[in-house]
């Protein structure tokens, strides 16, 4: 199916017309990402934490710390809501009320489950792939150690929205006349130059995957 489901949990209420159910709309948005914000609840109390996200087909993984609170309480299979926040810039109104933003957002609710065996790895190394892609081929690969001191948890994609503004501001019409600068700032998420790691022992040139880097 093209779309996910638009349930009662994930209708857009405000401004339904900028929300979307669409796959690989919302594919793209989470490719995107690099980092997450997952909200759950632990004894009554709600936290909410920003960590690396990596999807695969129709399915999101986090990973950490096997001690880690947030991926104990996941790989439980306990409920979690998790948001991916492209901020695309300021949008400058004539009247305060109607500043605002130009974002794309996917909010994810789900249950975990944990991964293991050959999977677990596979998707370590998607981590590191989704980052950087082509730093795989020169790592060391993960060891047992790594592996076991490391949760991976799944969420499968189904009650997910996204919702995207885009655009100039939104004015009242009597205050399209008043003498104000009105319009958009736009922001883009921009990769530095390579800093080589003073600890290197040898002296290598910086891998091609940085210094063409970017960020879609
Ligand atoms: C960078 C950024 C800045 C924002 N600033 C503001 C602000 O200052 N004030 C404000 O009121 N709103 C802001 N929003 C919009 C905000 O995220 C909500 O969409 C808004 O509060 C409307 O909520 P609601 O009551 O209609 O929906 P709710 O009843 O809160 O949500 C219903 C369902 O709609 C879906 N949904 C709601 N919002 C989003 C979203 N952003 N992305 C994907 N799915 C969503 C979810 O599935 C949710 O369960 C901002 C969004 C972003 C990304």
New binding site residues.
């Given amino acids: 199916m093209k779309k996910f489901p638009r349930t009662e949990?994930?209708?857009?209420?405000?401004l339904p017309k900028r929300?979307s159910y669409d796959r690989d709309t919302i594919y793209a948005l989470i490719d995107e990402a690099l980092i997450c914000h997952v909200g759950f609840i632990v004894d009554a109390e709600p936290h909410v934490i920003p960590t690396a996200i990596a999807r695969l087909n129709n399915d999101i993984y986090l990973h950490g710390s096997r001690l880690s609170r947030m991926l104990k309480h996941l790989a439980e299979g306990k409920d979690a809501c998790i948001v991916v926040?492209h901020?695309d810039g300021l949008v400058l109104a004539r009247s305060g009320f109607h500043h605002s933003?130009n974002?794309r957002?996917?909010?994810i609710y789900g249950n975990g489950v944990p991964v293991t065996g050959r999977d677990k790895r596979e998707i370590l190394d998607l981590f590191v792939e989704r980052l950087v892609p082509g730093r795989t081929t020169d790592i060391r690969a993960i060891n047992r150690k790594e592996l076991n001191a490391t949760t991976v948890v799944k969420f499968e994609l189904d009650q997910v929205?996204?919702?995207i503004r885009c655009g100039p501001p939104v004015d009242d019409a009597e205050d399209y006349d008043l003498p104000i600068w009105a319009g958009e700032l736009p922001f883009t998420l921009q990769a530095g130059k390579p800093r080589n790691d003073p600890a290197m022992r040898q002296k290598l040139p910086v891998p091609s995957y940085l210094t063409r880097y970017k960020r879609k």
Avoid: D, F, Q
Wanted: proline share 0%; charged share 30%; glycine share 6%.
């Fill in positions: 949990k994930t209708r857009i209420r405000r929300g926040t901020l933003m974002y957002s996917v909010v929205s996204a919702k």
